[in-house]
């Protein structure tokens, strides 16, 4: 049995290479014709299955295209965004709602300094608590 394993091993190599020769798309195979590597590893098999792996196979720098199932949303550069003219209305309905919460506060602000102002004016023992003293006394 141990003296088929060197066999074993060697059309195993056979089967894989030819079957990955046949798979590999022309226009990535390098240095010889699909045809040419083919009739190398049969005729020549430990040198030529060899030589396929090392010269030329193709090479598999290239990551795999990802493929977007459907459902899965968009690649960020491909996904649909807001138009110039609709992030420009947000903008404006965003600044006028800032812009009217602002002059409320100052309304309440004023009308809560005013209030104070008359219940000074009016009562003298909150005059005193605040620390003021009527002017001329």
Same mark, same amino acid.
């Given at each position: 049995?141990i003296?088929?394993?060197p066999? =074993? @091993?060697? #059309?195993?190599? !056979?089967?894989? +290479?030819?079957?990955?020769? *046949?798979?590999? /798309?022309?226009?990535?195979?390098?240095?010889?014709?699909?045809?040419?590597?083919?009739? =190398? @590893?049969? #005729?020549?098999? !430990?040198?030529? +299955?060899?030589?396929?792996? *090392?010269?030329? /196979?193709?090479?598999?720098?290239?990551?795999?295209?990802?493929?977007?199932?459907?459902?899965?949303?968009?690649?960020?550069?491909?996904?649909?965004?807001?138009?110039q003219?609709?992030?420009?209305?947000?903008?404006?309905?965003?600044?006028?709602?800032?812009?009217?919460?602002?002059?409320?506060?100052?309304?309440?602000?004023?009308?809560?300094?005013?209030?104070?102002?008359?219940?000074?004016?009016?009562?003298?023992?909150?005059?005193?608590?605040?620390?003021?003293?009527?002017?001329?006394?």
């Amino acid at each position: 049995m141990i003296r088929f394993l060197p066999f =074993l @091993i060697e #059309f195993a190599l !056979l089967i894989f +290479c030819v079957l990955d020769v *046949v798979l590999a /798309r022309d226009d990535e195979i390098r240095n010889l014709p699909k045809w040419g590597w083919i009739i =190398l @590893i049969i #005729f020549i098999p !430990l040198v030529g +299955c060899i030589a396929w792996l *090392v010269a030329g /196979r193709p090479w598999q720098s290239k990551p795999a295209p990802q493929v977007w199932a459907q459902g899965s949303g968009f690649p960020e550069y491909q996904r649909p965004g807001p138009s110039q003219a609709e992030i420009d209305e947000r903008l404006n309905a965003d600044l006028a709602r800032v812009d009217q919460e602002h002059e409320e506060a100052l309304r309440r602000w004023q009308a809560d300094l005013e209030r104070r102002e008359r219940q000074l004016s009016s009562d003298p023992e909150a005059r005193k608590q605040e620390g003021d003293t009527p002017e001329g006394t």
